[in-house]
């Protein structure tokens, strides 16, 4: 897919308190944040640049069909507790990128990320609780840049 080609990315960001925290070992308040990632690919463009899957693999599906890989990654980041950008747009553009979503599809992703944490350090609930879960769930549609930055 073009580059320029206007799709359908979505991102949400929420505060999960059912995720697997793994023990915390920081004296100061900090996010663990999860993201979940879902790219869709299409068939020929995942098969033509991921030439170690198998043939088999590749024969199962229809010329048009797609291919969805999905990737989990988790960070912990401190968290000052401010009322503005607890999260910083260069972090989060850096998981973003650590969790495979090209930098040119990150920016509404960013701002729906910030005002989440803002949402989850000030809100009432979270009072004295020292890990701030967030859930981040990402679909993109890769294109042509992921064979720069992904791939």
């Known amino acids: 897919m073009d580059c320029g080609v206007p799709v359908d990315d979505y991102c ?10 793994p023990e915390n070992i920081y004296s100061t308040d900090h996010f663990f944040i999860v993201f979940e990632v879902d790219t ?12 170690e899957e198998e043939k088999e693999e590749e024969e199962d599906f229809e010329e048009d069909e797609y291919v969805r890989v999905e990737s989990t990654d988790s960070f912990w980041v401190r968290c000052p507790r401010t009322e503005h950008e607890n999260l910083s747009r260069d972090t989060i553009s850096d998981m973003l990128s650590q969790a495979g979503v090209p930098i040119h599809k ?19 609930f979270n009072d004295g609780v020292r890990v701030l879960p967030m ?8 294109c042509f840049c992921y064979r720069e930055e992904r791939i």
């Open 12 to 21: 949400n960001a929420r505060q999960d308190n059912n995720i697997e925290i």
């Open 40 to 51: 869709t690919y299409t068939r020929s463009f995942y098969y033509n640049n991921n030439q």
């Open 106 to 124: 990150q920016d509404f992703m960013v701002d729906t990320i910030s005002d989440c944490a803002d949402e989850i350090a000030n809100s009432a």
């Open 135 to 142: 859930l981040v769930s990402v679909s993109t549609v890769a």
